[in-house]
């Protein structure tokens, strides 16, 4: 059961590193890594597909990338100080950010020549060709960042006027430290300070590739660290930055699991929050489950802009994942995206209803 898998798996996450520590991989070697990680023995966990977590004991190496590791006690530090500090490691780089997506490049002379994220499939490129844009160009064009409490211990980072696919990010505090999930393109002063007020940022990770937006900005002004589902982990478009990789599901703070379910993207996930919705349990889904326009049903995309669907077998596989866990609510990926009430029953008459109509089988 996930439960036992996971008391196995967490990780300690005060003083890190302790007891035992995650492998961090870095992108551009991640293959490597992986080949790596999979021949070592001693891995945390029972070897179902629930328990990948690269965990081993210490003083195995770390496999920092060219950055260095996380502080053992990272304090919250204001970003931006200057504009200087958005452009990277080599000073007039910028960080280029793609205007479809908003996901950020690493700091390079020029921007690269097109967008992986929205080349793929899934996304889009704009008729007129693809653009780019930086942190600094977008706080010049008066974007901001709202920040809004959603629950008692959930909080809501957005853009205003909103970047790329527009989504806004969700704060989970813990007494161990809080988790940010699907952070928008953008960060400015305001939100790192706010965040900081909120208590230590643990980690930052994302649903799927479309919503890694500014992960790499978080990481660097909170020393927060990025977390990637392993399956999706080449779709990192910061690739500068230390990540650490993980698989199946994942208790990574008490009461919040990070549930990989695939579907949009093979490393597609959810994250559960028991004590979510006064405590009846919430999921925190982005483009994973989907909520619909009118919040009355839930739907699963293979490309949400280019309107394909999931094969039934991929459906189904979203809610067998998430079938351990008790919730009532689902926050999807935007403000507005929200079912308050009742969406355990919703995901399984959706659920239903979306293979009925992939088989041609339903009523008119
Ligand atoms: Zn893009
Ligand atoms: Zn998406």
């Given at each position: 059961?996930?439960?036992?898998?996971?008391?196995?798996?967490?990780?300690?996450?005060?003083?890190?590193?302790?007891?035992?520590?995650?492998?961090?991989?870095?992108?551009?070697?991640?293959?490597?890594?992986?080949?790596?990680?999979?021949?070592?023995?001693?891995?945390?966990?029972?070897?179902?597909?629930?328990?990948?977590?690269?965990?081993?004991?210490?003083?195995?190496p770390a496999r920092w990338g060219r950055r260095q590791a996380p502080?053992?006690?990272?304090?919250?530090?204001?970003?931006?100080?200057?504009?200087?500090?958005?452009?990277?490691?080599?000073?007039?780089?910028?960080?280029?950010?793609?205007?479809?997506?908003?996901?950020?490049?690493?700091?390079?002379?020029?921007?690269?020549?097109?967008?992986?994220?929205?080349?793929?499939?899934?996304?889009?490129?704009?008729?007129?060709?693809?653009?780019?844009?930086?942190?600094?160009?977008?706080?010049?064009?008066?974007?901001?960042?709202?920040?809004?409490?959603?629950?008692?211990?959930?909080?809501?980072?957005?853009?205003?006027?909103?970047?790329?696919?527009?989504?806004?990010?969700?704060?989970?505090?813990?007494?161990?430290?809080?988790?940010?999930?699907?952070?928008?393109?953008?960060?400015?002063?305001?939100?790192?300070?706010a965040v900081a007020a909120l208590g230590r940022l643990a980690f930052?990770?994302?649903?799927?590739?479309?919503?890694?937006?500014?992960?790499?900005?978080?990481?660097?002004?909170?020393?927060?660290?990025?977390?990637?589902?392993?399956?999706?982990?080449?779709?990192?478009?910061?690739?500068?930055?230390?990540?650490?990789?993980?698989?199946?599901?994942?208790?990574?703070?008490?009461?919040?699991?990070?549930?990989?379910?695939?579907?949009?993207?093979?490393?597609?996930?959810?994250?559960?929050?028991?004590?979510?919705?006064?405590?009846?349990?919430?999921?925190?889904?982005?483009?994973?489950?989907?909520?619909?326009?009118?919040?009355?049903?839930?739907?699963?995309?293979?490309?949400?802009?280019?309107?394909?669907?999931?094969?039934?077998?991929?459906?189904?596989?979203?809610?067998?994942?998430?079938?351990?866990?008790?919730?009532?609510?689902?926050?999807?990926?935007?403000?507005?995206?929200?079912?308050?009430?009742?969406?355990?029953?919703?995901?399984?008459?959706?659920?239903?209803?979306?293979?009925?109509?992939?088989?041609?089988?339903?009523?008119?």
């Amino acid at each position: 059961m996930p439960s036992s898998v996971l008391k196995q798996g967490r990780l300690p996450v005060v003083p890190y590193p302790a007891g035992l520590h995650l492998q961090a991989v870095h992108t551009s070697d991640v293959a490597a890594a992986y080949r790596l990680a999979a021949s070592r023995p001693g891995r945390c966990g029972d070897g179902s597909p629930r328990s990948r977590l690269r965990a081993e004991p210490l003083g195995a190496p770390a496999r920092w990338g060219r950055r260095q590791a996380p502080k053992s006690s990272p304090e919250m530090t204001l970003w931006p100080d200057s504009g200087a500090s958005r452009t990277g490691e080599g000073g007039s780089m910028p960080v280029w950010i793609c205007e479809a997506c908003a996901n950020h490049f690493p700091p390079t002379p020029a921007p690269p020549a097109t967008c992986p994220i929205c080349s793929d499939e899934r996304q889009w490129v704009p008729p007129s060709g693809q653009g780019w844009t930086t942190s600094e160009a977008l706080l010049a064009a008066g974007h901001h960042c709202q920040v809004r409490t959603v629950e008692p211990g959930l909080t809501g980072v957005g853009v205003d006027p909103p970047v790329g696919i527009g989504q806004r990010a969700l704060l989970v505090q813990t007494e161990e430290g809080n988790l940010l999930w699907d952070p928008p393109g953008l960060v400015d002063r305001s939100a790192v300070e706010a965040v900081a007020a909120l208590g230590r940022l643990a980690f930052v990770t994302a649903s799927h590739p479309h919503f890694y937006g500014a992960t790499a900005d978080w990481h660097d002004a909170t020393g927060a660290r990025v977390v990637v589902p392993e399956e999706d982990a080449g779709w990192l478009t910061r690739s500068d930055v230390p990540a650490t990789s993980w698989g199946g599901a994942w208790e990574i703070l008490p009461g919040v699991t990070l549930v990989q379910c695939g579907g949009h993207f093979p490393g597609s996930a959810v994250v559960h929050w028991a004590a979510g919705a006064q405590g009846a349990g919430a999921l925190l889904t982005g483009d994973t489950i989907m909520v619909t326009p009118g919040r009355d049903r839930l739907t699963f995309v293979w490309s949400a802009p280019n309107h394909l669907p999931l094969a039934e077998g991929a459906v189904r596989r979203i809610r067998e994942a998430v079938s351990p866990y008790r919730f009532d609510r689902v926050y999807g990926g935007w403000w507005d995206s929200v079912i308050e009430t009742g969406a355990q029953q919703l995901l399984d008459a959706s659920v239903e209803r979306y293979c009925q109509l992939l088989r041609g089988e339903a009523a008119r």
